[in-house]
């Protein structure tokens, strides 16, 4: 049984025993990550958008902190999530049956629009005697937590480059959101992390330890990515951006994109969309991520062959889908 359904019904029971009207709230959750990452705040700020029209549409949108994009996929997959956020390389993976889907690629897996860039940021204590990548060999480093995006590309980099590979680091499997003070108290070196930017986590890593940077972009590994692989793309954390941090850091990255079932309703994913284009300038508002974000942005970074029905008809009534 759907979530959809299962939800809906609760919500007709909790509007009986409490004597309100016969309008029955339809709820729906969205699976984002770890809550000082970009996911956990995207998801509360598209609930919000949605929410205030609530009444009219009878939906009610709730967030959930989960692992991260491989967990979104796979439990939308498994009917127990309706909406999540997710990596555009996890995405491509998901529906073509690579990677952590190399069983059976998800074809009902759709995409209802794509969100902020992330970049595989790689955090490490001053006092490592870390100055680049190849220098992570013997190091203790946080990968990402079983379930996250960020644990699946760090993986693939590690395969792909010739230089460090897994075996050469001792690799921790922290959740995000622990990784500052495991760094402050010198239980690991360094950490990766596929996100937005700014973001929380870093700042709060910045505030607690003197950090740095590591651009990314003289591996070899992360070379062949992006030369390869359509969705991987280079891209600069601005000097400033975290305490201590005065140099540009260039690394590559993904696009967050918002993904579904094709067994979500239209009515749904129609409205969570056309709440975010009517209001546009408020939703950018709401995390500093989506500084430089245009409406024609959040139809990149996937194939638009995927995308849900819903979204296409709300995409297309705003004029910014031809
Ligand atoms: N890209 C990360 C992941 O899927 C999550 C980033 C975030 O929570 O903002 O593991």
Redo the contacts with the bound molecule.
């Keep these: 049984m759907s979530v959809f359904s299962k939800t809906f019904k609760s919500g007709i029971v909790a509007s009986m025993l409490l004597g309100t009207s016969a309008f029955a709230m339809d709820f729906i959750t969205i699976g984002?990550?770890?809550v000082t990452?970009?996911?956990?705040p995207?998801g509360g700020a598209i609930c919000r958008m949605m929410n205030q029209h609530k009444k009219d549409t009878g939906i009610k949108c709730t967030v959930e902190s989960t692992g991260?994009?491989?967990y979104n996929i796979k439990t939308i997959k498994a009917g127990e999530l309706d909406f999540g956020?997710?990596?555009s390389d996890?995405v491509y993976q998901a529906a073509h049956g690579e990677g952590k889907f190399k069983d059976a690629p998800y074809k009902d897996l759709r995409v209802v629009m794509s969100i902020h860039p992330?970049l595989l940021t790689l955090a490490v204590r001053k006092d490592s005697g870390i100055k680049k990548f190849q220098d992570l060999k013997g190091k203790h480093i946080n990968i990402?937590n079983p379930g996250?995006?960020?644990?699946a590309t760090v993986k693939l980099l590690l395969k792909t480059d010739p230089d460090v590979s897994l075996k050469d680091i001792k690799a921790d499997g922290l959740k995000?959101a622990e990784c500052p003070n495991a760094l402050k108290d010198k239980k690991i070196d360094g950490y990766f992390?596929?996100?937005?930017h700014p973001?929380a986590n870093f700042k709060d890593a910045a505030n607690s330890t003197d950090i740095d940077l590591i651009s990314l972009d003289n591996s070899k590994g992360a070379q062949k990515l992006v030369e390869e692989k359509p969705y991987y793309a280079w891209g600069v954390i601005p000097a400033g951006m975290y305490k201590g941090v005065d140099h540009d850091t260039k690394t590559f990255g993904v696009k967050?994109v918002l993904v579904t079932s094709s067994k979500a309703s239209e009515k749904a994913v129609y409205n969570m969309v056309k709440s975010i284009l009517d209001n546009f300038d408020a939703f950018k508002k709401l995390h500093p991520a989506y500084k430089n974000l245009t409406k024609e942005d959040l139809l990149k970074g996937f194939d638009h062959k995927m995308m849900h029905p819903g979204a296409v008809k709300a995409f297309k009534e705003a004029g910014v889908l031809k």
């Design positions: 984002t990550g770890g990452g970009v996911y956990y995207t991260g994009s491989v956020i997710a990596q996890v992330e990402g996250s995006g960020n644990e995000s992390y596929m996100v937005g973001t967050a």
